[in-house]
């Protein structure tokens, strides 16, 4: 019964220890500064919302303005703020739903009309998280040029 009690202290405390080494950073505070210091680097005029989200409308666009359930047709090239690029569409872009894409997208993209274009900083509470996804590291800010094409309801 004593090595039954010792097997089963080490495993809760084994579990509990490696939850804790895995558990999600918040990237917020370091996120905000990234992207400011983008933004005043590279003289944007860039909005933020309550989200944590910046963006800057080059051209606001003229068409129909996309709801966070719309499909939506997009040309996009997407960085880092070093400048290195991790993604991007041809000119005629790729189409989905703004519920299936990253939370700063489907916020963002709404801030534009059809035919309209800019950028947008996104934290990475927004995009991929403290984990990350791929070739985007945990905490990365994301930055998108963004034109969105068409709203196709």
């Given amino acids: ?7 089963i202290t ?5 579990s509990c220890a490696s939850d804790e080494g895995n558990a999600p950073k918040d990237f ?3 996120n905000d500064k990234e992207i400011q210091d983008y933004i005043t680097a590279n003289n944007l005029n860039a909005q933020s919302s309550n989200s944590g989200l910046y963006y800057v409308i080059d051209e606001l666009g003229t068409g129909v303005q996309p709801s ?8 996009y090239k997407g960085y880092f703020t070093s ?4 993604d991007e569409s041809d000119a005629e872009g790729i189409s989905f739903n703004l519920q299936q894409v990253i939370a700063g997208w489907t916020e963002g993209i709404t801030y534009f009309k059809e035919g309209g274009s800019g ?3 996104i934290p990475s509470h927004l995009g991929y998280g403290s984990f990350g996804r791929g070739s985007i590291p945990g905490g990365a800010v994301l930055v ?9 309801q």
Avoid: P, Q, Y
């Fill in 28 to 30: 917020r505070a370091e």
């Fill in 1 to 7: 019964m004593k090595h039954f009690i010792i097997i």
């Fill in 68 to 75: 966070f359930t719309s499909d939506v047709t997009v040309a």
């Fill in 119 to 121: 950028i947008l900083l």
């Fill in 144 to 152: 998108f040029d963004i034109d969105l094409i068409s709203v196709n």
């Fill in 83 to 86: 400048g290195n690029v991790f």
């Fill in 10 to 14: 080490l495993v809760l405390f084994t």
